[in-house]
């Protein structure tokens, strides 16, 4: 009867237990993508985001929470929903269109001549002051010329949770895309 009783509570006990599930997370790249008409005679400039790379540590499924100054925790279950360079790299293409009305800019090289963009993102995490890091350095193929820039973005996250971290992680790292269209702007 006790070996019964105990098998019971066992039992109980094992229904009543969750699993912990994965949340999965996507850059938002906004509501409106920027359109560009193709030129027939092929002199519209084009912009090749040939890369946007991120550190190891970064470039898992978890997303990345930095608890010191040192220190580093990449979330077991609240996760990128795709590789972090890629929805950086999707991302950065929007943005840069929206900001950028008279250039394509693509993710695959187009035609014979165009800049070339590369980024190096070192910083994409929340921090244990509550604010969001983004930082890095771009550098982008100008007509023969090399022009390198770094960003470091630092953003309150006004709201508690992994929702508003990724949000707060999108609108700096459109900031960063804007930055980079002014440097653009600034060629011509």
Request: proline share 4%; aromatic share 6%.
């Amino acid at each position: 009867m006790r070996k019964g009783l105990i098998m019971a509570a066992l039992l109980l006990l094992a229904g009543c237990s969750s699993t912990i599930e994965s949340t999965y997370y996507q850059l938002p790249a906004g509501s409106n993508m920027a359109r560009v008409e193709s030129t027939a005679n092929g002199n519209q400039p084009m912009i090749w985001v040939e890369q946007v790379t991120v550190p190891d540590f970064m470039a898992g499924n978890g997303l990345v929470y930095q608890t010191s100054d040192v220190k580093y925790v990449i979330a077991a279950n609240n996760l990128w929903a795709s590789p972090l360079d890629q929805q950086l790299q999707q991302t950065l293409v929007t943005n840069l269109s929206k900001a950028l009305p008279g250039r394509l800019v693509a993710s695959t090289p187009l035609g014979d001549t165009h800049d070339t963009l590369s980024v190096n993102v070192t910083g994409f995490q929340g921090r244990y002051d509550g604010q969001v890091v983004v930082s890095g350095e771009w550098l982008l193929q100008h007509q023969g010329r090399l022009i390198k820039h770094g960003f470091n973005l630092t953003l309150p996250q006004t709201e508690d949770g992994y929702d508003a971290l990724v949000r707060t992680l999108a609108i700096g790292w459109q900031q960063t895309a804007q930055q980079i269209a002014n440097s653009v702007i600034s060629l011509n």
